[in-house]
C-alpha cells in the first residue's frame, strides 16, 4: 500500500490507536514515500495535520535522508516550512551525523540558522564531548554566548563532567 499510495498508508495509520504501532509503521513507510523523491515527501510531510505523526515522520524522514546522503539531508532541513519540524530534523541529523563525521556535523551546524544551530549544538556538543572534551568546549564557545546554546553547554558540562571535570567546570558560565 505505502509504496503505491503513501497518502492512502497515512490515513490508514493515523487510524491506529496505539502510539508505537504508530511510530513503527510510519519508520516502514517513509522509504516508501523517499521513493516519490525528497520533495514529494517533503510535501507529504508538511501536510500530516497531528503534530505528533507529523514530526514523527520528520524524525523518520531525516534518518532517512541522511542514510541515504548526509549533504543532501543537511541542506533538506531548510525546505520545512515548519520551525518545529526543522528544528526535530536538525537534532536528528546532527545526531546521525555527529556518529559518522563529527568534524562536518560541527561546520554544518555552524552554518545553520540561530535556533537550528543551537538544536544542532546540544547532539554535537555530547558527542565531542564524550571524545575530546577540550576540543568540545572549544567548539562550542566557538559559537558564542548567545542564550539558546544554554541547553548545549548543559549538555556539554554533563557528558564532559565523567571524563574531565575540570574541563567541565572551566566552561560554567
Known amino acids: 500500500m505505502a509504496s503505491n499510495d503513501p497518502d492512502n498508508a497515512l490515513r490508514f495509520i493515523e487510524g ?3 502510539r508505537s504501532t504508530r511510530a513503527k509503521s510510519l519508520q516502514s513507510v517513509i522509504p516508501h514515500v523517499l521513493q516519490h523523491g525528497v520533495e514529494y515527501a ?9 503534530d505528533e505523526l507529523r514530526l514523527g515522520s520528520v524524525r523518520n524522514l ?18 520545512l516550512p515548519d520551525p ?27 552554518t545553520l540558522p540561530r535556533e537550528n544551530r543551537a538544536a544542532a549544538a546540544g547532539s554535537i556538543a555530547k558527542q565531542m564531548a564524550r571524545l575530546d572534551p577540550e576540543q568540545a568546549a572549544i567548539w562550542l ?21 565523567g571524563k574531565t571535570p575540570q574541563v567541565a567546570l572551566e566552561n560554567v558560565y
Do not use: K
Open 141 to 161: 564557545n566557538s559559537l558564542g554566548t548567545d542564550p539558546s546554546l544554554d541547553r548545549a553547554r548543559r549538555t556539554f558540562i554533563t557528558e564532559a563532567a
Open 16 to 18: 491506529i490507536e496505539s
Open 62 to 79: 531525516a534518518r532517512e535522508l541522511h542514510r541515504l546522503d548526509a549533504d543532501q539531508a543537511g541542506s533538506w532541513v531548510d525546505s
Open 84 to 110: 518545529d519540524a526543522q528544528r526535530e530534523a536538525t537534532i536528528v541529523i546532527a545526531e546521525q551525523w555527529g556518529r559518522t563525521d563529527l568534524e562536518t556535523a560541527a561546520a554544518w551546524a555552524t
Open 42 to 50: 517533503t510535501d507529504w510531510v508538511a501536510g500530516i495535520s497531528d
